[in-house]
């Protein structure tokens, strides 16, 4: 079984400050891992993926197979990152994509 | 690109009702999926097409839940009879092949109400 689990429902950083949106993972085979973003009125979309060890809007995540964690970070947050933020697990083989509950991360000016 | 499109956007019926959603996914995406967001919760996926077989529909409630996607393209989900705890947000998405390993690209969603 797969599983994915964030911890924070809610998280509230400054403007300026760094953002760590936590998440960790259960998978007995390869890990493919996702974070999707929902901004207010929006669709859920795709903000990057782990095999692609891209930057987008200045977050990145790395995948730690020791600790099966996969966080969000961010150095300096801005008030447009203010939005619901997915953690998702897919497997080689297995395609399901399994979401976490969420987190809603809010930027306070 | 048009993006996925769904509809209704909004529905609300009584339980025992029935009701049917609709799903158009990007052309060209061979795999398409609906998941059920409950509030409060990530999305579940409830079924899982590859062009117009099912690949993945283990979570699906068969009991009251049906959906196809007989050309291959477009898809209908269907509620019968509808329960209280069916009130959610059913999201469309579609991928390019059915790993998904490009990522999703979801519908709006349609956010459905049971009383």
């Known amino acids: 079984a797969q599983r994915v689990t964030q911890p924070e429902k809610l998280l509230s950083v400054f403007k300026g400050a760094p953002v760590e949106l936590k998440c960790n993972y259960s998978?007995?085979?390869?890990?493919?891992l996702f974070w999707y973003v929902q901004y207010s009125r929006q669709r859920l979309q795709l903000l990057l993926r782990?095999?692609s060890r891209e930057s987008i809007k200045g977050f990145t995540a790395d995948l730690n197979k020791g600790e099966t964690s996969f966080h969000l970070k961010k150095p300096f947050a801005q008030e447009e990152d203010s939005a619901m933020y997915y953690c998702?697990?897919?497997?080689?083989?297995?395609?399901?994509?399994?979401f976490g509950t969420g987190t809603r991360l809010t930027i306070i000016p | 690109e048009a993006g996925v499109a769904q509809s209704p956007r909004y529905k609300i019926i009584e339980k025992r009702q029935s009701v049917a959603f609709w799903c158009n996914p990007i052309?060209?995406?061979?795999?398409l999926y609906w998941y059920q967001q409950i509030l409060g919760q990530g999305p579940k996926l409830l079924i899982q097409?590859?062009?117009?077989?099912?690949?993945?529909d283990s979570q699906l409630p068969k009991d009251r839940f049906s959906a196809e996607r007989l050309k291959g393209v477009d898809s209908t989900l269907k509620i019968q009879p509808a329960k209280l705890e069916d009130s959610a947000v059913y999201l469309c998405?579609?991928?390019?092949?059915?790993?998904?390993?490009?990522?999703?690209?979801f519908g709006s969603g349609t956010r459905l109400t049971v009383v």
């Open positions: 998405a579609s991928s390019l092949d059915r790993t998904g390993i490009y990522g999703y690209t």
């Open positions: 998978y007995s085979g390869s890990p493919e």
């Open positions: 782990h095999i």
């Open positions: 998702a697990l897919s497997g080689y083989g297995n395609e399901k994509l399994t």
């Open positions: 052309s060209g995406h061979a795999t």
């Open positions: 097409f590859q062009n117009n077989g099912v690949v993945d």
